[in-house]
């Protein structure tokens, strides 16, 4: 496409080229100054397109490490978040047993309490 635009453009600049000189005046090198510019063209055109290519090529690099990366941290995240949530298992496990457990010694204190009640009514 590039190409075509360089031909278009320099077949333009040609006709111009030889619109603007009287018809009787000589056109001495003409034709080669147009073909050297048209080279000229075709090459910065091939350079702008490897540039282009190139440029392409290491932005598509660039998004695969970023997606690559963002993987990664979205991984350690939802690792941390599962790890916070197993904490938060653990923890409310632990108060429930705590809890069991101190509701079990008060009460077995109150039955003992109730048993050595029971003792001394039953001495007197």
Do not use: Y
Request: net charge positive.
């Amino acid at each position: 496409m590039t190409k075509l635009l360089a031909l278009l453009a320099a077949t333009f600049f040609a006709v111009s080229s030889f619109a603007a000189t009287p018809a009787d005046a000589p056109v001495a090198g003409a034709p080669v100054a147009a073909k050297t510019e048209m080279k000229a063209e075709a090459k910065a055109d091939a350079k702008a397109a490897k540039a282009t290519a190139t440029a392409e090529k290491k932005k598509a690099k660039a998004d695969a490490k970023a997606a690559k990366k963002a993987a990664a941290a979205q991984k350690s995240a939802e690792k941390a978040a599962s790890k916070a949530n197993a904490d938060n298992k653990v923890s409310a496990a632990d108060a429930t047993k705590t809890k069991a457990i101190v509701a079990a010694d008060a009460k077995q204190q109150k039955a003992e309490v109730k048993a050595d009640a029971k003792k001394e009514e039953a001495r007197k």
